[in-house]
């Protein structure tokens, strides 16, 4: 069917981004159901589309991706993250663009473990002198 056919895998938090780019008419798919379907914020759509609306190459590409793990905020970063690493693997002329926005570092941030003798990972029990 696709001529041909890019791939990049995302991440952020503890989701993990399977993207797969084909030229076609801007359909996106994640995890076999239709994007606003997936997503169904508009705040988190816009972020996901980011790296094809920064390139102008929004409905170049037919965008299929699996996302698993994580929440849906994570799934959203990890999917942007994956779109990010596809676009330059095609065109490596992108990557200056996406570089400087941020789109191609990873986003490190998790959550912080739970301490033992404590509440959480930073809140504590209450004290009591007496």
Avoid: W
């Avoid at 798919?29 to 390139?55: G, M």
């Avoid at 789109?103 to 959480?120: A, F, N």
């Amino acid at each position: 069917m696709a001529l041909e056919q890019v791939y990049g895998t995302g991440k952020r938090k503890r989701a993990v981004a399977r993207v797969f780019l084909r030229p076609g008419e801007g359909k996106i798919i994640v995890n076999r159901r239709a994007f606003e379907d997936y997503f169904p914020n508009a705040r988190l759509q816009k972020l996901a589309l980011a790296p094809l609306v920064d390139t102008e190459t929004l409905g170049k590409f037919d965008v299929y991706a699996t996302v698993r793990s994580g929440g849906i905020a994570g799934q959203c970063g990890a999917l942007r993250h994956g779109i990010a690493r596809a676009l330059v693997v095609h065109d490596e002329s992108l990557r200056p663009i996406l570089k400087q926005r941020g789109y191609l570092t990873r986003d490190s941030r998790v959550k912080e473990r739970k301490k033992y003798g404590q509440r959480g990972a930073r809140a504590r029990y209450q004290f009591s002198k007496r």
